[in-house]
């Protein structure tokens, strides 16, 4: 019998799902499993797929700079660089009582937020979790529920003796819709196509702020509707409001997009909105459609394929499938099935668990990349708990390679539209910050040096010059300060039909 070693302890995942690990390792055991050098084999042909070579890189990024360029002459191109009608940066002035209401991709949240002035805030939230069903559900039923959660916050925050809603008051509410939408004036936006697994009808090709303003008034809820913002807008417009230095605004979460400030003298596409051209208008990207359609540029693996061709919008947000907190987990699981369907991993075991689709979580990912011990009693754990599979030191130490390799991949490839965007604005030599914000950025361990390393790997030395730092809260306190900026650009007179 070969020598057993048991030990015991738990993990809270970021799910609130507590992970019991129960170790028992013996590796030669009873069942066929694969060797050590297979396993190094196949690690082998996975490097080669998923590692991206700098000089690819930079091809990536050429390619990137001219569909941002593209989409900023025209409409309707695959990136659509969409104006935000957030004219330039905050003063610092914008002071008031903002409602926020940020529909993501997992989370509803509703703020009230108390903007001080000088970069000082307060905010009061609650969270609603949005289920499966609801992402599907008529759309207009998702408004409601979102409207139905606003009534349920404002009534307890009024009936606080000290809360800040007054009754009969009627506050300006900035509402965080972070899916594409096309916009002709801040309080309004088509949706161009649900993005991160919803897919709500009814909804696509509709003005979802009008679609919500009819929530509103059924709901009878005391706030305007000022502004309808983009999650990386609100980022970026927060993240400046603390940090000036910050000109670009990333999210790395379920789903995955930039925005940053544009030079209106530069779009001919928002000139021949009559904007003149003296004045800067951040843009909401909508980066992860890059390569579209069309999959020229970006190096997809036949793993890559499968999500996209079995996902719910097949052929769409292609950059955003490579990177994306939705969709790491299910690249490395369709490794492993493949592995099985080989007869190299799991012989002899149930398989069933982990054939079933998403089954692995993002999370998993992280947590198998940080686990500090020898003999990987996480990655233990996770097979055990989850799928009932028993696994030896060399699978999981190559589980673990080919996690890094996925999760490097998604930092690497974020790394060049990220570059694109210092490219065409010619940031480099002058350096700037790049707030980022998403479960991937604030939890994957190693995926902000991996961007710094991309860009490293880009532009050399100066890469140095471009850093990401954690972004401010761009829905809650993002979304209020672009509803007071709105409030004041309209009252003085600037574009007040916008
Ligand atoms: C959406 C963007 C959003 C990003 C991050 C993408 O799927 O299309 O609008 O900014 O996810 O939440």
Redesign the pocket.
């Known amino acids: 019998m070969p020598l057993s070693r048991r030990g015991s302890g738990s993990i809270t995942l970021a799910s609130g799902q507590t992970l019991a690990i129960h170790t028992r390792t013996h590796d030669e055991e009873d069942l066929p499993h694969a060797t050590k050098k297979t396993m190094a084999d196949h690690l082998r042909k996975y490097e080669a797929l998923f590692t991206l070579t700098p000089q690819r890189m930079r091809m990536i990024v050429e390619a990137f700079k001219e569909a941002l360029e593209l989409g900023l002459e025209k409409p309707s191109q695959v990136v659509p660089m969409i104006p935000t009608f957030v004219f330039g940066w905050p003063t610092g002035k914008e002071t008031g009582d903002f409602i926020a209401v940020d529909l993501?991709?997992t989370n509803l949240r509703v703020c009230l937020v108390t903007l001080q002035g000088d970069g000082k805030f307060e905010i009061t939230q609650s969270k609603y979790r949005l289920t499966e069903e609801q992402k599907q559900d008529d759309g207009q039923k998702l408004f409601d529920f979102c409207a139905e959660c606003l009534r349920t916050f404002i009534d307890t925050n009024s009936s606080e003796p000290d809360g800040v809603l007054t009754p009969g008051e009627i506050l300006p509410l900035g509402f965080t819709f972070?899916?594409?939408c096309t916009q002709e004036r801040i309080d309004h936006g088509v949706l161009i196509r649900w993005?991160?697994g919803f897919g709500s009808p009814n909804t696509e090709g509709r003005d979802v702020a009008a679609m919500f303003n009819e929530s509103i008034e059924k709901y009878q809820l005391p706030v305007k509707l000022t502004a309808l913002i983009?999650?990386?807008t609100g980022t970026l417009i927060a993240s400046h409001y603390v940090n000036p230095r910050t000109k670009i605004a990333c999210?790395f979460?379920?789903?995955?997009?930039a925005a940053y400030m544009e030079h209106v003298r530069d779009s001919d596409k928002i000139k021949s909105m009559g904007i003149t051209d003296d004045v800067d208008m951040a843009i909401n990207c909508?980066w992860?459609a890059f390569d579209s359609f069309v999959h020229e540029h970006l190096p997809r693996t036949k793993y890559d394929i499968i999500v996209d061709e079995s996902s719910n919008k097949p052929a769409e947000?292609s950059f955003?499938k490579l990177i994306s907190g939705r969709y790491l987990g299910e690249i490395l699981r369709l490794v492993i099935c493949e592995l099985v369907d080989e007869g190299v991993l799991f012989l002899g075991q149930n398989t069933y668990k982990i054939e079933k689709p998403y089954v692995i979580d993002t999370a998993f990912l992280s947590l198998m990349e940080s686990d500090p011990t020898d003999e990987l009693l996480m990655i233990i754990g996770i097979f055990n708990h989850f799928f009932a599979l028993e696994t030896t030191l060399a699978e999981r130490q190559f589980f673990r390679a080919l996690a890094k390799l996925i999760g490097r991949r998604a930092a690497r490839l974020s790394a060049c539209g990220i570059a694109a965007i210092v490219s065409k604005m010619g940031y480099l030599d002058e350096g700037c910050s790049v707030g980022a914000d998403?479960s991937l950025y604030n939890k994957y361990p190693g995926f902000a040096d991996r961007i710094h390393e991309g860009l490293q790997d880009i532009f050399g030395e100066k890469g140095r010059n471009i850093v990401t730092h954690h972004a401010e809260d761009g829905s809650g306190v993002g979304s209020a300060i672009i509803a007071a900026m709105t409030k004041i650009r309209k009252e003085a007179g600037l574009y007040p039909n916008v």
């Open positions: 993501g991709g972070s899916y594409p993005t991160k983009n999650d990386t999210i979460g379920t789903g995955c997009n909508e992860g947000q955003e998403g």
